[in-house]
């Protein structure tokens, strides 16, 4: 991205769309394999200086899709001038240039070798301006080995390049040391005599990743200001950057960036030697300014940061932290904290405290304590004669892995290195999972990644007389090996519990106990595994509470899902998993955090980890706790506890009932297929809660307080009557509805008097029928659905409360899962309905349209969406557009491609299209006051296959309800085109 001076806007090329699954090294991390790269070209406008937005160009020729390509506005050309980058070719060795929104090819004979992730900025050599190159990776293979170069080359126009320092030159004169994907920029006004190609941090071909640790002058390098040599550091007279800045330099990092600002150079985020993203932002200050640099805004609390350790200190009554990898990588500052004064909070949440002054202080002036580090494992070891926190292992900043112990007193507030008489300790290794045994009054480490990979032995560390020892712990049987597991003493068994993790399978899922007799055993329980249990993950955070005698589990990094914010928590003595409460003050999703429960406050501390954007956190802390309590098992389900508390937003499912009230403003969810383990959904998790949406969140309404369990109810807001108005539903356990098992009865919900029963159905009790409001002639229009013995091929329609059956002199044919919605548009009003499936198992794509007067008639349109049935589909008045999404196919497959009607159809493929997960059974409404003009709202839905047609009159169900919530704009304000946007209600 660059801004370019000739066209007056911020300009975009390229780049990556998804990462290479458990990718965790340096680029090239595309995943290419897939065509995640991108050769799409934006630009970014702001008129009013105030809201501006993004416009996609479509040039007839463009560079080829890739990232990690070098660009810059070639201030003495006038133009964008692109370089290289990676691609399905990687690297690439071509030159374009970007003017009046064409991209023009301008690769000559003379060019620097193909290459990705180089420098490329204006600077000024003797008098004149040009654009220099500088550095990059010459392979694809990850990591860049042997492909790093230092080499600088000229562009002098037409495509064309001179060396203008090679990497022989190099060996007699200054350069920087080969490496790619360092921060650049020019710094200086374009065309000013200063103007300097400047650099900072990169990585190399060994995957050493430069910055503050490599010397004094933090690995800065520039080249310009009227010279064609390299110089080390800071142009002289120019920039300050680290004098009168005890944080500064920033630590070592790649892929940062560097820009000018008001008063110097700001210098933002990039990624450690692990891979892991940082948030930090310096600034760079032209000598003469009043303010110091460094860090911008300095915390008064520990620096955001990931891997820090954090234990609870019983001698000294606070909570330790020590180390992580922050704005220095790894940290070696010790941090402790006493009381946390809070204002009021409901109980059974996340709170995120306040704290007074002074409540948070670093330890200083230690005479010794560990070099810095990150990924360490840490407890408080309380023993009958000695309490201190014993600390081991990590990593440091130059990637190297580390096997000291270190004892920390709170009484004297200092660290003793305790290497040399603890005899043989475990190998060196970082991210092990570490817990203290009250019980048997020593402390177990298990796993960790070596210089090996992950390793998956067992150890105890005791005091004896006056000395710590390490020792093996040999067991028969024991957990794979792995790193990142989550890990807590539960001394409710006297077990320590580990879940999850990272080894040969990546990320994992399992959970482990270990004994008081030191016997490895693995919860093989139902609910231990499935949707009943936490997904699979590695770097979670996890800590007992004895208020509630459970042990909590928050975040970590899943398989497709990384950061995760989910709250589980977990019963040691009954062996099961439960989801716990994810309340509005949630902490924000993350990984690679710390927490630990603290008596003082009977709460659970949460703090750092790396979030959702890649950024540190370093929230003052995060506090868990609650006032419900976990009930009983149910002795006939084997445990399947239910929370006290309801959840902010409904849980994942599928087959839920969505209408909108337009009267009272309001969208209105109930019920649906909950839980569908093995292809079921249990009669236990047929739902019966009610929700709205409204202000672009979810509010619980109530649970068992209308309409029995169930779900495929067919749900209308009835205008004239003033009611919403649902009618039947599925109630089979099986998870797959048949004639046999669906509901006659039907309700009306007023939001003054709730859920009322309105008796039983005139017609065929039935499940998964169509319905929709007609607002010409003012009723409601249902349509076939599951039953009727079979499959239902009937219509009725509903006004002020009374049904009638409809002759119609055209006939569909039997079908359930139609989608049907009340349409406007050009040559309507009428109902349209779509598709669905038949009495024989055919699936249909065939379109008609109902009026009171004329019945059914059919639509023949020259486009069609493929067949489906159990697609979500809503009427938007704005554009004047029936949108359909989703559904099932004929062979039971979910589908994710959006369509809209406006007398024919047409499919909507432009703009970011299609964002949201494939799926059927999802619940769609539109929603006129919620965004700056309204949009559409679509929930849940199942997103594995569905049991496919043909077996006998079946709704196929069975599939993964999801909980998501997104949003839809056919025509936004910007030229972007049609989009899909992913809601989180309460952030």
Request: glycine fraction near 14%; include cysteine.
């Amino acid at each position: 991205m660059i801004y370019d001076v000739e066209d007056n806007y911020t300009l975009l090329f390229g780049g990556c769309a998804a990462e290479t699954p458990n990718h965790i090294e340096s680029t090239p991390g595309c995943d290419t394999s897939n065509g995640h790269e991108l050769s799409d070209t934006w630009y970014f406008t702001d008129p009013n200086s105030s809201s501006g937005y993004w416009v996609a160009l479509s040039p007839v020729t463009s560079p080829s899709a890739r990232f990690g390509a070098a660009i810059d506005d070639d201030a003495q050309d006038h133009y964008v001038l692109l370089f290289g980058g990676c691609g399905r070719v990687c690297p690439l060795a071509d030159t374009w240039k970007f003017i009046g929104g064409v991209w023009t090819n301008l690769t000559s004979s003379t060019h620097p070798p193909a290459r990705y992730g180089s420098a490329l900025a204006n600077a000024v050599l003797a008098v004149s301006v040009t654009v220099l190159l500088f550095g990059g990776c010459t392979v694809s293979a990850a990591g860049c080995p042997s492909g790093a170069i230092n080499d600088t080359w000229e562009y002098t126009g037409g495509g064309s390049w001179i060396v203008l320092i090679s990497m022989t030159d190099c060996q007699s004169e200054p350069c920087p040391p080969a490496r790619y994907d360092m921060a650049y920029m020019s710094s200086g006004a374009i065309a000013n005599p200063g103007s300097s190609l400047l650099i900072f941090g990169g990585a190399n071909s060994a995957g050493v990743v430069f910055g503050n640790f490599t010397d004094p002058g933090g690995d800065w390098w520039s080249i310009g200001g009227g010279t064609s040599v390299w110089k080390h550091g800071w142009e002289p007279g120019s920039y300050n950057f680290s004098a009168g800045s005890p944080l500064a330099p920033p630590a070592s990092r790649y892929d940062g960036e560097l820009t000018n600002s008001v008063d110097g150079l700001v210098l933002f985020g990039g990624s450690s030697y692990t891979g892991s993203s940082f948030g930090d932002l310096w600034l760079g200050q032209l000598i003469g300014k009043p303010q110091p640099p460094g860090l911008v805004s300095p915390p008064v609390s520990p620096s955001a940061r990931f891997g820090e350790s954090l234990v609870w200190d019983g001698s000294g009554e606070y909570d330790l932290l020590f180390g992580g990898c922050g704005s220095t990588c790894g940290e070696s500052s010790t941090w402790v904290s006493t009381a946390y004064p809070r204002g009021p909070s409901p109980g059974g949440n996340w709170s995120l405290p306040y704290y007074s002054v002074g409540h948070i202080d670093t330890l200083v002036n230690q005479p010794t304590s560990p070099s810095g580090r990150f990924n360490a494992s840490m407890v408080f070891f309380n023993g009958s004669s000695i309490q201190v926190d014993i600390l081991f292992g990590g990593i440091d900043a130059r990637g190297a892995l580390l096997s000291d112990t270190w004892e920390y007193k709170p009484a004297t507030a200092k660290w003793t290195n305790l290497t040399s008489t603890v005899g043989t300790p475990p190998s060196s290794r970082q991210a092990a999972s570490m817990a203290y045994d009250y019980d048997l009054g020593f402390a177990i480490l298990f796993g960790g990644r070596s210089s090996f990979g992950p390793v998956g032995d067992t150890w105890e560390i005791k005091y004896s007389t006056s000395n710590f020892l390490w020792s093996t712990v040999n067991t028969s049987t024991h957990p794979a090996a792995r790193y990142g597991a989550a890990v807590t003493y539960d001394p409710s068994t006297q077990d320590i519990i580990m879940f999850g993790g990272c080894g040969a399978t990546c990320p994992l899922g399992d959970t482990w106990n270990l004994t008081p007799a030191l016997a490895w055993f693995q919860c093989t329980t139902s609910m231990c595994s499935g949707s009943h249990a936490p997904s699979a993950r590695w770097g979670a955070m996890m800590a007992y509470d004895p208020v509630t005698g459970v042990d909590v589990l928050f975040g970590g990094c899943g398989s497709t899902t990384c950061p995760l914010g989910d709250t589980w928590e977990f019963s040691s003595l009954g062996s099961w998993w439960s989801v716990g409460i994810s309340p509005p003050t949630a902490p924000p999703a993350r990984y690679g955090g710390a927490m630990v429960f603290d008596p003082s406050d009977d709460d659970i501390l949460l703090f750092g980890g790396i979030g959702a954007e890649g950024q540190l956190l370093g929230e003052l802390g995060w506090f868990y706790y609650k006032t419900s309590v976990m009930p009983e098992a149910d002795s006939a389900e084997a445990a399947i506890p239910t929370m006290m508390v309801p959840s902010p937003a409904p849980v994942g499912r599928f087959g839920a009932s969505l209408a909108y009230d337009p009267v009272h403003q309001y969208a209105l969810l109930f019920g649906g297929c909950l839980d569908t383990a093995m292809g079921t959904c249990r009669p236990l998790s047929a739902a019966s809660d009610t929700w709205t949406f409204y202000n672009g969140t979810w509010h619980w309404v109530c649970t068992g307080c209308g309409p029995s369990a169930r779900w495929g109810a067919s749900l209308a807001y009835d205008q004239k009557d003033g009611y919403f108005l649902l009618v039947g539903g599925c109630v089979a356990s099986s998870g797959v509805c048949t004639h046999a098992a669906v509901k006659g009865d039907y309700w009306k919900y007023t939001p003054s008097g709730g859920w009322t029963s309105l008796g039983t159905f005139s017609g065929n009790a039935r499940g998964d029928a169509s319905i929709a409001y007609d607002s010409s002639d003012q009723l409601v229009v249902l349509y076939g659905g599951i039953g009727c013995t079979g499959v239902c091929g009937d219509s009725w329609t509903y006004a002020t409360g009374t049904w009638t059956s409809v002759t119609v002199p055209t006939s569909l044919g039997a079908r359930f899962g139609a989608a049907m919605a009340y349409y406007q548009g050009t040559g309507g009003p009428y109902i349209l309905l779509f598709g669905g499936q038949g009495s024989a198992g055919t699936v249909h794509a065939d379109s008609w349209k109902f009026t009171h007067s004329a019945g059914w008639t059919a639509i023949t349109t020259t486009t069609s969406p493929p067949a489906r049935w159990d697609a979500a589909v809503a009427y938007d008045p704005t554009d004047n557009c029936v949108v359909l999404f989703g559904g099932a196919n004929a062979t039971g497959v979910p589908l994710n491609d959006s369509w809209k009607y406006s007398g024919t159809w047409s499919r909507l493929s432009s703009g970011p299209l299609p964002a949201v997960t494939a799926r059927w059974g999802a619940a769609m409404v539109y929603d006129p006051n919620d965004g700056p003009a309204g949009f559409t709202l679509l929930f849940g839905g199942s997103v594995s296959d569905a049991i496919a047609p043909g077996g006998g009159n079946e709704d196929g169900g069975g599939g993964q309800g999801q909980g998501d919530t997104w949003v839809f704009d056919e025509q936004p304000a910007t030229s972007m085109g049609p989009y899909w946007i992913e809601v989180s209600p309460y952030t």
